[in-house]
């Protein structure tokens, strides 16, 4: 049995995540703004408040979970900014915005691998996951969507720096694309469902080794640039 601990676990890939693991017998820290939502699922779930973005809360569930080993993390919670929107197109770019998603995908990933790191050293399996895009990718970049592209970008370098100075203590860290997936976020035309992409996400988590520290893949294990 594993534990793991999830952010934006209250729906999307986030609750999907949450559901597998719990269904796999592994015990789930299931963070969200909305815990309420899962008190109806079944298995060894613990539902934790936690806002992203609120980094002395981050630091309270941090303590809260003193001595705890957490095998798996996977920092979830993300936004892509409102569909339709031109808040992210060239001339009508929007500041507000901007500074939204990059709290949202950028600085809180970071606060909770800073918070956490020693939870999942003390781990078994020790494994830090960066739920991020293949947007963020500066080497198959096709334009658009400057926000939250350039979000992922700095998660994916963030990620990278991380599995230098916590590889040594044995820690795992992977930025994993979950491929184009029919979320919210995604909307309804993209190619994958959710129950196609988490489950994948999950084997592939399963299956990472020190040797995968510091990589950038999707879904089922493929390499992607960066």
Same mark, same amino acid.
């Given at each position: ?31 969200? %703004? ?18 992203? +973005? ?7 569930? *941090? ?28 001339? +009508? #770019? ?27 050293? %003390?781990? $078994?399996? %020790? ?7 293949? #947007? ?12 939250? $592209?350039?979000?992922? +970008? ?14 040594? %203590? ?7 694309? @979950? ?19 988490? @489950?994948?996400?999950? $084997? +592939?988590? *399963? ?7 510091? $990589? ?11």
């Amino acid at each position: 049995m594993s534990t793991v601990l999830i952010t934006g676990a209250s729906r999307g890939l986030g609750l999907e995540f949450t559901k597998l693991y719990a269904a796999r017998g592994d015990r789930v820290l299931a963070c969200a %703004r909305t815990p309420d939502a899962l008190a109806r699922l079944e298995g060894d779930i613990h539902p934790h408040w936690l806002e992203v +973005t609120d980094y002395e809360a981050v630091k309270a569930l *941090a303590r809260k979970l003193d001595g705890e080993a957490i095998d798996i993390l996977i920092c979830n919670a993300g936004i892509g900014g409102e569909r339709g929107s031109n808040a992210q197109d060239l001339g +009508t #770019l929007d500041p507000v915005l901007w500074r939204q998603i990059f709290e949202v995908n950028t600085l809180a990933p970071l606060m909770m691998a800073e918070a956490f790191a020693g939870h999942v050293a %003390r781990s $078994r399996e %020790r494994k830090l996951i960066a739920i991020t895009s293949i #947007l963020g990718s500066l080497a198959s970049n096709n334009g658009g969507r400057y926000f939250y $592209r350039a979000s992922k +970008t700095a998660l994916n370098m963030e990620w990278s720096c991380l599995a230098h100075e916590l590889g040594p %203590r044995g820690i795992i860290c992977v930025a994993l694309h @979950p491929g184009w997936v029919q979320t919210d976020m995604g909307g309804p035309a993209a190619p994958l469902s959710i129950d196609q992409s988490v @489950p994948a996400m999950v $084997r +592939t988590i *399963a299956g990472f080794k020190p040797s995968d520290n510091g $990589r950038f893949i999707q879904y089922d294990g493929g390499e992607l640039p960066w």
